[in-house]
């Protein structure tokens, strides 16, 4: 049976994450109101801008919804923007802080190849746009990744947030191992 699952489609990379995800086979919804969360068994929160996907959940009423979606057991993937969305100063589902813009302006943005625990073959190829990295987390988040001493992959619970933007490479594994969980 297929994954129910859906993409936060307020604002930034959400149709790039539905692409991959229905390659993958599964069943995919965006999400833009609190009942098309109703039914998911998880949900990706993509990149973007985050001062912007913060005002669309406030103008949509999905802060709570959302916290009651990982509450009740929902699993989440956050790329990018979606990193700082699970923070401790913007959702607060996750037990970290994220300092937006970490590597710099957009024309500082790279692309480096980073080794993940759980995703066999090659390394991943990361391309980070005007990302973020975790300045500061909890005992019970698992760091997956850094760069120079930064986090930029990391898991707690049922969530996985990465600072870079997978679905720009076609890159289709932390989609698939982010699935297995879900």
Do not use: K, Y
């Not at 990982?70 to 802080?97: K, P, Q």
């Not at 997978?166 to 890159?171: D, V, W």
Request: aromatic content about 4%.
């Amino acid at each position: 049976m297929a994954r129910r699952v859906g993409v936060l489609a307020l604002q930034g990379g959400f149709a790039a994450h539905r692409r991959i995800l229905e390659t993958l086979g599964a069943d995919v919804r965006e999400v833009r109101v609190p009942a098309d969360l109703d039914g998911l068994d998880g949900l990706v929160i993509p990149g973007g801008e985050s001062t912007t996907m913060t005002l669309g959940i406030e103008r949509e009423g999905l802060g709570e919804p959302l916290r009651e979606f990982v509450a009740g057991g929902g699993t989440v993937l956050g790329t990018c923007a979606g990193m700082i969305m699970l923070d401790r100063e913007h959702l607060g589902l996750a037990d970290w802080t994220c300092r937006r813009n970490a590597f710099g302006r957009q024309v500082r943005s790279f692309e480096v190849d980073l080794a993940l625990p759980g995703i066999d073959g090659e390394p991943v190829r990361a391309v980070f746009i005007r990302a973020p990295w975790i300045e500061s987390h909890g005992e019970t988040v698992e760091v997956l990744a850094a760069i120079e001493g930064h986090v930029v992959a990391a898991r707690q619970d049922r969530m996985l947030a990465v600072s870079f933007h997978p679905e720009l490479t076609g890159e289709t594994r932390i989609h698939a191992a982010w699935l297995q969980t879900t």
